[in-house]
């Protein structure tokens, strides 16, 4: 599958914002989506997941402030994002891993489809 994020922005402090990573192809549910992000001069790093089978991971920093969903009909998965914060800033990328992988916390390394990225600036 191969996959496109869109929802570029440029927020304030404590906005909110959601990203679409939309699949061609093949149905995205059928994948593993991961969402990544880059922040200037620093590494890329992993965000969230929803496997196929919808569960749901995420890393520490965004627990409680991002949401990771899917939308079968229009074969999207969203990144909705609140609280937002400068450290939030970053290249935003959304990426498939193989068809059904049992994977959990998003690892670079389990994903082979990546998007072109979409910047996230929040600042003031």
């Known amino acids: 599958v191969q996959v496109v994020e869109s929802g570029v922005g440029l927020v304030q402090p404590g906005d909110s914002l959601r990203l679409s990573c939309t699949g061609s192809g093949h149905t995205v549910a059928e994948y593993p989506i991961g969402w990544f992000r880059q922040a200037p001069g620093k590494e890329l790093e992993g965000v969230a997941v929803?496997?196929?089978?919808?569960?749901?991971y995420y890393v520490d920093f965004v627990k409680g402030r991002f949401t990771v969903s899917r939308n079968n009909g229009e074969n999207t998965v969203y990144l909705e994002m609140t609280s937002l914060n400068p450290e939030d800033t970053a290249v935003y990328y959304c990426?498939?891993?193989?068809?059904?992988?049992?994977?959990?916390?998003?690892?670079?390394?389990?994903?082979?489809?990546w998007g072109q990225g979409t910047q996230v600036t929040v600042s003031s």
């Open positions: 990426a498939a891993a193989a068809p059904r992988a049992r994977v959990g916390l998003p690892r670079i390394q389990d994903y082979n489809s």
């Open positions: 929803i496997r196929s089978d919808g569960a749901t």
